[in-house]
């Protein structure tokens, strides 16, 4: 039996989130979990339907990209997976999806602007939106790229991976993470309805003003803050 | 065996219905219930998911917002709830959610306006929008000053809370209210769709008359005047 | 056992497919269905919500809309399709409900444009929106008073209800008939799908223009004129 | 047993897919596969509702739409499927939906702009809207000449149905076809998902530019292309 069972078993299990969370269509969007300790992560196999998929199609990947177990060939996004885990230690697991409203907003090349204490409950910025890459980028090593994209973005605007888990990838799709897949994958169903609560705002009222900064910073510290009230711990 | 289990058995149901009716995500919402006997109210604890929720969750807390029994944590919005129940002697129960629609109208800071009959079967006025509170009272006590937001914008407004039961607050989401606590699900469902119905009729024809004072008046009155006769009583 | 057991239970499925094709939320809607012999219909009883109707909770009511037979108080609109029935002795079936999209192009005050085959597929006209009726009327016998505004947007328009088997009454919200109950909820299905087909593509694309007669007319005959060729007889 | 017996199991399964993914009201659409064979292709019989269709319902049809086997009429669109299948002998299945989203760019007589790499993972060229037929055409064999239309409006724009597997027919709804017809399916399905993001997109952002061909040349490449790596072989 394999050592990464039980990370094949988790990897799965939140792969499966995807289409109970009306996340996915078909085969689009993946999960990932990182073992720190062996360097390596699970992943979703490259285009296998979520309907057959089982715990043993799970591809075991080291961080540079490279198959360690599996039969089946990982998903096409393994190397953004691999660079974001490599360069940002403090995250566990990663979603990638083509959720709806969440995509409808990267097809516009455009942030998700923070209107509500929905959003400020899970991050005090707007979703940002990373631009195109360059031409001679994508002709590239482009999945890779697509990582240093992420993390440039983040460097640019001065952003900690810690706090806003989750981005647009302009004309592309959203990437979430967290400590855990679990939280990943929770932030990629909050991510959708704050896309669609933004957009349904936005075509009601063009111009909307964003959130102001004291109720920003009210809702955000209440639920993450050092003295949080929120929850349970 | 608790003197409140019937109590928290009909705050547990209440809440249950919530994801129901397709109107929280994850724990983004609650339900309260009060006792006017022993001046208590029962709430959903805090950040619990609605999968594992089980009766004995339920917290009860006094009209100071100050828990009475159970082990967990009440919702964050508890103080919201105890002023409410503290004020409106009228009022059974709370509901708080983020339901899409109405979250949205509460992000553009729009009251929903009155356009058609359904909305008149249920409440004469446009629903209010309360505008953000002052930068100093949010970082105060926010959640007791959430209630006293709701208050005044109905003693502003000249609004009772026994005719409009529910309200927006403005870049929060919607809270509603009635003489039981069912009652109070009910226009939280109720809310939502007339959030749908004026955002669809908005964006189709921007600038859209209200509805005539005639027939505001004529549906409100066949189902709730002193000659009703919608329904079985 | 009543004499109308029969037309009870047809009644009563048509009443149940309503919630079952997503056009009714709670208690917003009704259906009826005529027996020409006795001169009375069956209708669903005011206010009661669809989970716990039975087909004996149905009321048989003449065509003056007085109760002939039954515990419950007939539904607030009978008087309204009693007057359909009685004016348009074609009609077997009148479904009334609060469905979305046709209820946000009511509250519009707009005519449903024909824009493609599928809308052709059914009607050839503009789905009618009636203007909302005088403040006399509406102070007056009401649901009577819709009746007739009904019948004289028709006759206004110059429409035939054997043709054109759907309504916008301005403000309020969809009614639908059908030379059988069935074919009254398919009417009520269908004019949904047409309002959310035609919200979407004025949406897309103001002033989008009118499907052109020769389509028109092709589509509407192939599936019901003299020389049809769509379905099995 | 009918010789055909596989051909009408393969067909009645793809048919039953179109309810099944939300993409067929009622009996708004239709599924065919060819056997190149024999010549001939099954389709799914007019106007029969899916919840009672049995695999023996499906009727065998030559390429000139004649019935070859079959108690049942075949589905109005049969020519249409008939010429396709004739003219294009490298598609194996064709699918004809009225799904939503995709129905309403056609009613809208606009061709779905390429905005995204969800759109470049199929297809590198924005989804073609036919303009509507001239009367003329329209009062003769209307469906023969819908395929004509559909075909001439692929060699108008110099596009191979090798590699766009779907079109919109203005102002009236979408076919889409593959090598067989589970791919069929599969494009119809994707079509929607396409249409609904590039509709979000296009009221968020009225105006927004088209995907750079770097990207669609690249996402088409990696799943399409002579060295993709997307999938299992």
Redesign the interface.
Known sequence: MSQYQALKQTCYEANMQLPALGLV??T?GNASVVDREHQVFAIK????PYATLRPDDIVIVDLEGRVVEGD??PS?DTKTHALLFKEWPMIGGIVHT?S??A????????DIPI????HADHLTADVPCAP?MS?EL??GD?EHQTGWQIIQEFEKRGLSPAEVEMILVG???PFTWGKTVEKAV?HS??LE?LA??????????PG??R??D??IK?HYE??HGANS????S
């Open positions: 269509l078909f689009f196999p490259s285009g296998v089946k060939r096409s083509h709806t409203y995509t409808a907003w990267a097809q516009a090349q455009a209107l509500g204490t929905t195109p031409d994508i002709a482009y004309n592309h799709a929770y169903a909050v309805e669609r609560l933004a957009y349904l705002s936005c075509t009601l009222r909307v003003a959130l102001k004291a109720l009210k209440r639920k009230y929120y929850g349970q």
